[in-house]
């Protein structure tokens, strides 16, 4: 056997000669003749019957392994346990330490370590979906019992339903205004076939996961285009047709569809006047979750008469607008220009107020007429003149006295303004008022953060905003505001949820309602008012 040899010299440095009590005349240890017997000794050892079953185990275990052979290193261990009660085995070789990996690859078997039992490997962590195109689906429960609603209401309609049959849908079951239901059946019924089928209802409200989206992302996707981001005033045009085909407090103005389409506007125009701070004309999904028009929106639909609905919808507010515009436009053109507004509020502008909002330095005409106001440039300077504690009027008039565009108001600014005001009231015999008194009195009422100058910071902190306002270009609502016309207090007091803008238009509506009839509305004009008047609608 030619690995006799390499085994008898690994022997004969592991083995203790000691220990084998061998007699005197074998030679002693490192003498050339103790190599035979040593030989002698393992050829006898390989012979007996223990070590015969030994080797074949190992061999054995050697060939299931895949290796070709044994090693003397990877038998010592188990010839010393078998052969020398006395001797201990051998600590287990470290795999860090081995010169050879045993796994397969090269890489260590880290799960055949004798120093490490054989476990499973670990279940990686499933972090759940947390981000849904479409929406997160809608739960299993709530998924059920709309399709139970579902089934109830296409009931008996295996060919779908009308358009008026759908408004109980869109009311009942998508919780939104009946009068979004002919936008919303046009966006199921793409091939306008006048019906919308329980399948293609599931498909648009329930399976694009509409139900799970928020109220105000549910009306932007129903009235935005399906290419745009935004909504534009042409986009609730349906909206505004469905609520005068069918609210009961406008069916009077079906007799009149030209007054139709310009309450229509109207109220577009208050829209985005409150909502679209930018003015660019495309209202974004943040501009609609901060502004209020939800809200409007339902209660337009709860409510009968519609002069209640103060925000956007009061047809006599869209009756005051009509009428002030009208009374401007002398050539009836619908268009004004400078000396028609001039004459706003009798006079109560000055030239100079009027040239900034003529050069367009607070919102750009869409007149598109050099010189003249369109209807909808109006809208937004009548909401912003009665009611100059808003902040679109905030930001509209601080442009307008904003001189250099450099977001600050200095003292030097608001004197230009001022001075036209001292004229005018010199003018009137009234007692002039110095402007360092007047500066005094600004800065006591705003209280900016630096006395030098106003930021538009400053006035979104103040209730007074619009008594600033007035002092440097109204003088009519200045004498009024300092006279402290009682009658003025006490409604302020008993009505604190009204605007500024829902008092005004409420006097004068009354006014004009008045002078249609023919009666003498002199008490109900200007910021003069008869506690005795009460409104006869």
Request: charged share 25%.
């Amino acid at each position: 056997m030619e690995a006799a040899p390499d085994l008898s010299a690994v022997s004969a440095l592991a083995l203790q000669v000691d220990l084998l009590q061998l007699p005197p005349e074998i030679p002693a240890p490192g003498a050339p003749a103790l190599r035979g017997v040593l030989d002698h000794l393992f050829a006898h050892w390989l012979s007996l019957p223990d070590t015969v079953a030994l080797v074949s185990c190992l061999a054995q275990k050697a060939k299931a392994n895949g290796m070709g052979g044994f090693t003397g290193g990877a038998m010592l261990p188990s010839m010393m346990m078998q052969g020398g009660a006395n001797v201990p085995p051998l600590s287990p070789r470290s795999p860090r330490l081995s010169r050879k990996p045993s796994g397969v690859g090269g890489h260590p078997n880290r799960c055949a370590s004798p120093l490490r039992p054989a476990t499973a490997r670990a279940v990686k962590e499933v972090i759940p979906q947390f981000y849904f195109r479409d929406g997160r689906p809608l739960p299993y429960e709530q998924k059920r019992q709309c399709i139970s609603i579902v089934e109830q209401l296409f009931a008996g309609h295996s060919n779908g339903l009308r358009i008026q049959e759908f408004r109980m849908v869109t009311r009942e079951l998508c919780k939104l205004p009946s009068f979004f239901t002919t936008v919303l059946f046009g966006k199921i019924d793409k091939d306008n076939t006048e019906f919308v089928t329980r399948d293609a209802f599931m498909d648009f409200w329930v399976n694009s996961n509409m139900m799970t989206m928020d109220s105000a992302t549910q009306v932007f996707t129903i009235l935005k285009q399906p290419d745009h981001d935004y909504l534009t005033k042409e986009d609730f045009k349906p909206v505004l047709r469905d609520l005068l085909d069918n609210h009961p407090g406008l069916e009077f103005l079906k007799s009149t569809p030209e007054f139709q389409e310009r309450y229509a506007e109207t109220v577009v125009y208050r829209i985005f006047y409150c909502l679209n701070r930018i003015g660019n004309g495309l209202l974004s999904l943040r501009e609609l979750k901060r502004g209020n028009l939800l809200d409007s929106l339902q209660h337009a639909d709860d409510e009968e008469d519609i002069n209640k609905v103060l925000r956007y919808f009061s047809y006599e507010h869209f009756y005051v607008i009509y009428c002030k515009f009208w009374e401007l436009d002398t050539d009836h053109d619908f268009f004004i220009d400078k000396e028609n507004l001039i004459k706003y509020g009798n006079h109560a502008l000055t030239y100079r107020i009027v040239d900034r909002i003529f050069s367009e330095v607070p919102r750009k005409f869409t007149s598109k007429i050099p010189g003249k106001m369109c209807y909808e440039d109006f809208v937004h300077f009548i909401l912003s003149e009665e009611d100059k504690s808003s902040e679109p009027s905030q930001d509209y008039w601080f442009k307008c006295i904003d001189l250099d565009g450099n977001g600050i108001l200095t003292h030097i600014e608001l004197q230009y303004f001022f001075e036209e005001q001292l004229h005018r009231m010199e003018c009137m015999a009234q007692e002039p008022v110095l402007f360092e008194d007047i500066l005094c009195q600004l800065v006591d009422m705003i209280g900016p953060e630096d006395d030098t100058f106003f930021t538009i910071k400053d006035f979104r902190r103040c209730k007074l905003s619009g008594h600033f306002f007035n002092v440097l270009f109204n003088l009519n609502k200045f004498m009024a505001f300092e006279s402290r016309d009682p009658f003025l207090i006490r409604q302020m007091r008993e009505e604190p949820s009204l605007t500024d803008w829902d008092r005004f238009a409420r006097r004068e509506y009354i006014r004009l309602a008045m002078e249609e009839d023919g009666e003498d509305a002199s008490n109900a004009s200007g910021d003069v008012w008869d506690e005795s008047l009460e409104s006869p609608f």
